[in-house]
Nanobody, 125 residues
Framework: QVQLVESGGGLVQAGGSLRLSCAAS????????MGWFRQAPGKEREFVAA????????YYADSVKGRFTISRDNAKNTVYLQMNSLKPEDTAVYYC??????????????????WGQGTQVTVSS
């Protein structure tokens, strides 16, 4: 079992940056693929980014490609989401997720077995 705790959310003006962190408990963090999802009010949860356990492969939603960067530090049991050039439409609760697997990283929420509680990101225009 792994527990996930997100941090780093907040209020930022359009064009600004934030870095989200997701700290994981447990000794097997390096065996988990990690993902970030977000959910805006009245909308379904959507995929943002994912990274394999080895950081070899990353995936991004088209809406954030070129602006967001996912990374991880297995020694610190932490995954990050660097968000640049933020837009008002990026406003949402951001969740990190973990799935234990040897290859790949899911881009759909139902494939992830562990979730954090979420952190609010609000981008003002």
């Amino acid at each position: 079992q792994v527990q996930l705790v997100e941090s780093g959310g907040g209020l930022v003006q359009a064009g600004g940056s934030l870095r989200l962190s997701c700290a994981a408990s447990g000794r097997t963090f390096s065996s988990y693929a990690m993902g970030w999802f977000r959910q805006a009010p009245g909308k379904e949860r959507e995929f943002v980014a994912a990274i394999t356990w080895s950081s070899t492969i990353t995936y991004y939603a088209d809406s954030v490609k070129g602006r967001f960067t996912i990374s991880r530090d297995n020694a610190k049991n932490t995954v990050y989401l660097q968000m640049n050039s933020l837009k008002p439409e990026d406003t949402a609760v951001y969740y990190c997720a973990a799935d234990q697997r040897a290859w790949g990283a899911p881009r759909v929420s139902f494939e992830y077995e562990h979730w954090g509680q979420g952190t609010q990101v609000t981008v003002s225009s």
